[in-house]
């Protein structure tokens, strides 16, 4: 019987992208480097997990040698770069540039009125996460999960299962009582491996993503209910 849903959250919660790519461009233009990671670029560099990670893949590919920086220097341009893309995020957010995906509050309050446990395993950082949700659902948004994993608690970025594991274990339930929800493969891949039966949204960023192993793909979670969901969860355990 399903107990918990375990949500990633961006390009599942929210289709966020877009709105990270241009906050990326800004946090560039600010520090003075001539970058601009246009939809294509973005789109690729989307299979390395994390924003840090992304921005120091694209360095060392434009700068292989990298000898104008040290290895504490790089470090250093990298946390300041990251600080401004994820203040140019939240002032996006704030805006109302960024609004949930369909079905995404209906199932939450089906899984709440159903006595279902709500929980978060993401990679992006806690200012991202809180930014979104306490637009979406008010100041007390924390109220409605459980138990949250983010980059703060789980350095190891997906595909890796870490967060996932970190999840279960605050929910202390198995994995055959939970239901992940993910948006690309590395998402589905660390959700995976950690015996979650995982659904998946994609978005344009990740509609070309391998989806092999996923309990269903869906265009968003408009397309279907609690009940539906739990007859696949079912029918995935037995």
């Known amino acids: ?18 709105a990270h790519r241009a906050a990326f461009n800004q946090a560039f233009a600010e520090f003075g480097l001539d970058w601009q990671w246009d939809e294509a670029l973005y789109t690729e560099l989307l299979h390395i997990s994390g924003g840090k990670e992304r921005m120091l893949h694209y360095w060392k590919a434009r700068q292989p040698d990298m000898r ?19 203040a140019a995020y939240e002032d996006s957010v704030n805006s109302g540039a960024v609004q949930l995906r369909p079905g995404v509050l209906a199932l939450m309050s089906e899984a ?8 978060i395993a993401t990679t992006t950082s806690p200012v991202n996460i809180a930014a979104l949700l306490r637009r979406a659902l008010g100041a007390d948004w924390r109220l409605n999960f459980s138990a949250i994993g983010d980059a703060s608690t789980a350095p190891v970025k997906k595909p890796h299962p ?19 929800f993910e948006d690309s493969r590395n998402g589905l891949q660390a959700s995976t491996a950690a015996g979650l039966a995982t659904v998946v949204t994609p978005t344009h960023y990740t509609a070309d993503h391998d989806f092999s192993g996923a309990l269903c793909v869906l265009p968003d979670l408009g397309h279907t209910d609690l009940a539906r969901l739990g007859k696949l969860h079912t029918e995935f355990l037995n």
């Not at 019987?1 to 949500?7: N, Q, R």
């Not at 920086?69 to 770069?81: G, K, P």
Request: charged share 15%.
């Open 1 to 18: 019987m399903l107990k918990a849903l375990i949500f990633d959250v961006d390009g599942t919660l929210a289709d966020t992208e877009s």
């Open 68 to 86: 104008a920086l040290n290895a504490t220097a790089l470090s250093d341009s990298i946390n300041r770069l990251h600080e401004l893309k994820t």
């Open 112 to 119: 709440h009125a159903n006595g279902l446990q709500l929980a």
């Open 162 to 180: 870490q967060v996932y594991l970190q999840m279960l274990a605050a929910l202390q339930l198995p994995a055959s009582e939970c239901l992940a």
